[in-house]
């Protein structure tokens, strides 16, 4: 049986069957997407609820796993060549695990890209974007008085739901086939409404972002994976 121990996470997060995969994460936009991703994949995992507080994030231990102190990171028992593997960046996870399942990722090289191309379009633009829309609309930015931060991120929610707005015409989802591109993107669609932000940015007006998010939430495995681990301990 694959030993775990070495892995100084464990040492705070222990593990229960070392033979799953070992997800270590929070239900925020980019934690989601990896609890989706497992459950769509079938694979099996053990969650380990790691907050966003310092307490937790910048702890010795999870830094041990992510010196980046974000979640969601992992631990793969059985990565390449059989050996342990851990990995973080949710969009890194995302496409590990595509390749490990063969799931996912379109099935030809042209349409991996396509996938890929719209997954770096979340992580380099959506979900950068949002957090920052989120920090001055909910969190302590919305206490400046300077208004130009604020309205430089609702302009460029804007701006970013349009081009998916744009790119839904005609498609269900965004690269195609349904896949881990879709995955990253709505997790964070989903998070407007967290922020009291929905109306600020016009996503009533989008029809077919709208209709898209209520396709991604309606998925069985999307309703298992948006609360993995659970926000309660």
Known sequence: MTDL???????RWPVEDPTKLQLFSFPTPNGRKIGVALEEMGLPYEAHRVTVSDKDVKSPEFLSLNPNNKIPAIIDPDGPGGKPLALWESGAILIYL???TGRFHGTTAAEK???TQWLMWQMGGLGPMLGQL?????????EIEDPRPRERYINEARRLLGVL???LEGK?????????ADMAIVPWLMGLEFYGAEELVG???LERVTAYIERFKARPAVQAGLNVPPREG
């Open 5 to 11: 121990s070495e892995f100084f996470v464990t040492s």
């Open 98 to 100: 595509a390749e490990k």
């Open 113 to 115: 890209h396509v996938v």
């Open 134 to 142: 989120g920090f001055f609309v909910k969190f302590a930015g919305s």
């Open 165 to 167: 707005e744009g790119a």
């Open 172 to 180: 269900d989802w965004v690269a195609g086939d349904y896949s881990i």
């Open 203 to 205: 996503l009533p007006q």
